[in-house]
């Protein structure tokens, strides 16, 4: 199979998986079923991608890639509006893409070590990291407060999906008269403000 042939296959494939994970659930794919829907041999996802988690891990990776995409494209100059940009375009694709989401943190079912993917999610992640750590820029002389904070920053905006997706947030929306989503994105311009606060207290480097 030419190089040009074998990426169509493959993209095909993925193609086939993604319609299969949205319409019935990442239970339902199998490497048979995605053959079927893609038009190709039963032998062809095994050969692009190994097994079953191979397949998943492949779309995972996909994933993470169009998130990242997404969180490059907040251009915001102000580190507070910035972070809070991103939070609210984390919050958005989760929404969007509820399957995928799942799918991309189902590390269980993944190859959780597989180089593509560990890069991708590197990559989605580095956006948020990087506006905390504009946000804090020089206002501690440790190492190790920008790290935390930008993985509490991530457990927040990645709670929130979650809360989102489960209609936990849909009575205290109702309580104010909006949208589960606009709560979300004010309960980020909040957390912003309280982190802005208390970087802003700690010692200069």
């Given at each position: ?22 319409e ?7 490497l ?16 692009h ?9 492949a779309?995972a ?11 490059d ?8 509006r910035q ?9 958005d ?38 506006a ?15 790290p935390d ?17 489960s ?14 989503v ?12 309280y ?11």
């Amino acid at each position: 199979m030419s190089p040009a042939r074998s990426a169509d296959v493959r993209t095909r494939l993925l193609a086939a998986a993604r319609a299969e994970l949205v319409e019935h659930g990442r239970a339902a794919i199998s490497l048979r079923a995605v053959a079927r829907r893609a038009g190709l041999s039963h032998a062809s996802p095994k050969y692009h991608f190994g097994d079953r988690a191979g397949l998943l891990t492949a779309i995972a990776t996909e994933g993470f890639q169009a998130l990242a995409q997404q969180l490059d494209m907040v251009t915001e100059s102000d580190p507070g509006r910035q972070l809070a940009a991103l939070g609210r375009a984390y919050i958005d694709f989760g929404l969007t893409n509820p399957a995928l989401f799942e799918l991309m943190f189902s590390s269980a079912e993944l190859h959780a070590d597989a180089p593509d993917l560990v890069v991708a999610q590197q990559c989605a992640i580095e956006a948020l990291s990087a506006a905390v750590s504009r946000l804090g820029a020089r206002r501690s002389s440790s190492t190790e407060v920008v790290p935390d904070t930008a993985l509490i920053a991530w457990s927040f905006v990645h709670g929130l999906v979650t809360l989102a997706r489960s209609g936990a947030l849909d009575t205290a929306a109702s309580q104010r008269a909006g949208e589960t989503v606009e709560l979300a994105h004010s309960l980020i311009d909040a957390f912003v403000g309280y982190l802005r606060t208390d970087l802003a207290r700690r010692p200069e480097a």
